[in-house]
């Protein structure tokens, strides 16, 4: 079955810095890369997602790319805010439509 | 719209006892999930639904059964609760299908003592 490991586990940065966040996957059938945040207290939240025929796709501060060939993709965050401190959870899915999640990222954004 | 919403928000149960987390969506969406998150993990999906009388078993279906009589609910029973069942359940919706674009209610954090 499909594997998805996600890196680093926690992540401290300045506010205004970039915050970036990796998973690997499996199975090359995967084809559809979604990125929830989970806020404390709350349930998760897709912020991004991105299908295996596109590369990159951006919404305002929250970037996502992918490599297909080395099978990872990221989550980039520009110019953090205190609001942006939330676990984030990557997943895949593949064709059959079974969706494999991470274990998450602890993201901290200090004033 | 309120969006999926997910009662109760807590609950402590003793070893073989039963009881029903209730998931009720106001957006008219077909298809219905549920998950548990274990502490540091990521979800996995107990059981899904894509309409009404219709269901069918996720990756850790054992110890749970689900039905879905109307569109808007989607109740999560659990059988003989047992230690291994603690952790936190979700309930997401989607319109589009194969846990694509999912909205997540808010939660159910179970202890089993």
């Known amino acids: 079955g499909e594997n998805v490991e996600q890196h680093p586990s926690t992540l401290s940065v300045q506010e205004g810095d970039s915050a970036v966040i990796k998973c690997t996957y499996s199975?090359?059938?995967?084809?559809?890369f979604p990125w929830y945040k989970q806020e404390l207290g709350k349930g998760p939240q897709l912020i991004i997602d991105?299908?295996?025929?596109?590369g990159e796709k951006k919404d305002q501060r929250i970037a996502v790319t992918l490599n297909k060939t080395a099978k990872h993709f990221s989550l980039h965050i520009t110019e953090t805010q205190p609001e942006d401190s939330a676990v984030y959870f990557c997943?895949?899915?593949?064709?059959?439509?079974?969706?494999?999640f991470g274990d998450g990222t602890t993201l901290t954004v200090k004033p | 719209n309120a969006g999926v919403t997910q009662t109760p928000k807590f609950r402590i149960l003793k070893i073989g006892q039963s009881m029903t987390l209730q998931c009720a969506q106001d957006?008219?969406?077909?298809?219905m999930y549920w998950y548990r998150q274990d502490p540091g993990m990521g979800l996995k999906l107990i059981y899904y639904?894509?309409?009404?009388?219709?269901?069918d078993k996720g990756e850790v279906p054992n110890g749970y059964n689900v039905s879905r009589s109307t569109t808007e609910d989607f109740p999560l029973r659990l059988e003989l609760a047992a230690p291994s069942q603690t952790s936190v359940y979700f309930c997401?919706?989607?319109?589009?299908?194969?846990?694509?674009?999912?909205?997540f209610g808010s939660g159910t954090q179970l202890s089993v003592l």
């Open positions: 997401a919706s989607t319109s589009t299908g194969r846990e694509e674009k999912l909205f």
């Open positions: 199975d090359s059938a995967s084809n559809y």
């Open positions: 991105i299908r295996s025929n596109v």
């Open positions: 997943a895949a899915r593949t064709n059959a439509g079974k969706s494999t």
């Open positions: 957006m008219n969406h077909n298809y």
């Open positions: 639904s894509v309409g009404a009388g219709i269901t």
